[in-house]
């Protein structure tokens, strides 16, 4: 079934990508299969991260970013990561009625992917998807998320190029501006820019940006002031990811193989523990050794170690298999 | 020295505390030490977290609920978490502002802690930083982390009650009652409840909560307005953490629980990818793998349970030890 779902995915069947990104955000095991089914067809999208506070107007802003971007031909997948909402019922809700501005476009692709409670499962959830629209043929996709805070930022790390969109009047320009944002933003968008306050946001970014020296061809990010509701903005914004695309070309080789990286790094540990739990310990092992620590009577350190020399020997320095591999 | 730095700790000394706290923060290999040390005499203090979005007014809140805490006559110790910020510099330089209306009370411990890059590791350093606290003699410890993400769902889920603080006039009333927000909601606060905005905030949370039914005896999160910068609501506030804290004490000991086994988990993932690199493969080996994943030859689920098999076996239901320890 998988190699079927593989290959309508391929095709560009938008009810097989679909049905693939459910399996991703589910977790399911033939989810896995799908990817390396489909990994091999990868690699040729372009990823547009788009990030923010709650109310930044983000929804809005990427459909029109989407129509902008649709404008000039390209094929575009979408992917709205809520990593707040536990459940993705609302959220289906609102793809429907987001897709309906594009329901006659079959170039377009949207779909929303909620938390799970796993560390790290909605970045690897989302990394996941995205390879799904870019086995499909998408050529832009852009994955939109809510929040500024390090989940946001493992997500958007994710991506090509990262948009950090703010707004005014929350009387927090400050926060907004934490070191985390400042620092993975490539573009920044003052969104809502008919609002009171759009211009001192502005002021406030474009300060902080002063206090970093940019080397010479090194890329500043540019600000741009949007209403997304109007459109106001949003061809220059297009423009900018343009200039950007072409501008880190050099380095875009490298920020994908760090995101490989990342990504494989986190898998590991995860299915690490997986596999541990149901293949090394007996049932019930971890819950006995948990009752402990709960009981003071051993500390986490110590019962990690213990755990962990169950396959990888108990002394720290010990070395296990070198094998020549790769 | 970390066995005299622990007796330190112990004694309430509040340097040790502070120079533990950042061993922790380091990630200093001598902090698993520490933690080994006073694990077995933590597990007294009522661990209180308060989380909202940027610009609630969690610090002037945190800092009026310390001031009515103490005196009821409890030592105090608080954690502040930014998870946006990759820099405790600025971080540092507010904790002597806030410390300076504490300055002469020895009952009063504050101290910031900046974001890691690692995966779930600011969640394990704040746990870190509590036992800490919790060691030293405080006995109500207040963690402060600002956000709505996942990140803080997890620092939140450190704590016996958890606080939610909104804030009126964000315009963002919906977007701020995201259900993974409502979820560990134990207490909402509407701060800064003098702006305009705050009924009418006040009443969506009521709704959603009305959203919900509550069993016989279940614990309703009441709602509080308050104004920090005043104190205003800030008694009544106290009043609902004591109440809750009477009426969870049958089920505070499985909360406990959970975390600890979160926390275990999550340990010996990060542990594993370390020990992993450092003894398993050769130096570069997890580089080139990287390298192949890059240029598509290898897709991240077959390296990674590659990876595994160097140390699990290669088939997935293959047995490896089954010990009968614990």
Redesign the interface.
């Known amino acids: 079934m998988s190699s079927t779902l593989a290959q309508r995915v391929l095709a560009g069947d938008p009810r097989a990508m679909a049905r693939a990104i459910s399996l991703i955000e589910n977790e399911d095991p033939a989810s896995?299969d799908l990817?390396?089914a489909i990994?091999?067809h990868?690699?040729k999208a372009y990823l547009v991260g788009v990030t923010g506070?709650?109310?930044a107007g983000k929804s809005t802003l990427v459909d029109r970013l989407t129509a902008e971007i649709r404008r000039a031909g390209l094929t575009i997948g979408v992917i709205a990561v809520?990593?707040?909402?536990?459940?993705s019922g609302?959220a289906v809700l609102g793809d429907r009625l987001r897709m309906q501005a594009h329901a006659a476009d079959q170039g377009v692709f949207i779909r929303s992917m909620a938390?799970r409670g796993q560390?790290?499962g909605?970045a690897r959830a989302t990394g996941d998807a995205a390879l799904v629209l870019d086995a499909a043929g998408k050529e832009i996709i852009i994955i939109e998320t809510?929040?500024?805070?390090?989940?946001?930022v493992?997500i958007i790390r994710t991506a090509d190029v990262s948009i950090v969109a703010l707004v005014p009047?929350?009387?927090?320009e400050v926060?907004?501006l934490?070191?985390?944002?400042m620092?993975i933003a490539d573009i920044f968008v003052v969104n809502k820019a008919d609002r009171e306050g759009a211009d001192r946001l502005a002021a406030a970014v474009e300060a902080n940006l002063a206090l970093k020296s940019y080397g010479e061809g090194e890329w500043r990010p540019p600000l741009f002031k949007t209403v997304a509701t109007s459109g106001r903005g949003v061809p220059e914004l297009v423009e900018a990811i343009w200039r950007f695309r072409a501008h880190s070309k050099p380095t875009q080789?490298a920020r994908?193989?760090t995101r490989?990286?990342y990504?494989?790094?986190?898998?590991?540990?995860?299915?690490?523990?997986d596999?541990?739990e149901r293949?090394?310990?007996?049932p019930g092992?971890?819950?006995?050794?948990?009752?402990?620590?709960?009981a003071?009577?051993v500390?986490?350190?110590?019962?990690?170690?213990?755990?962990?020399g169950?396959?990888?020997?108990q002394l720290?320095?010990?070395?296990?298999?070198?094998?020549?591999?790769?």
């Open positions: 896995a990817v390396r990994f091999s990868t690699g506070p709650p109310g809520d990593p707040t909402s536990p459940f609302g938390t560390l790290g909605l809510v929040g500024v805070g390090q989940d946001e493992d009047g929350t009387g927090d926060q907004a934490k070191a985390g944002i620092e080789a994908r193989r490989s990286e990504r494989l790094r986190e898998l590991v540990s995860q299915r690490f523990m596999r541990l293949e090394v310990l007996s092992e971890l819950g006995a050794l948990v009752d402990q620590i709960a003071r009577e500390d986490p350190y110590t019962a990690a170690n213990d755990l962990l169950r396959t990888l020997g720290p320095d010990r070395q296990i298999t070198k094998s020549p591999h790769s």
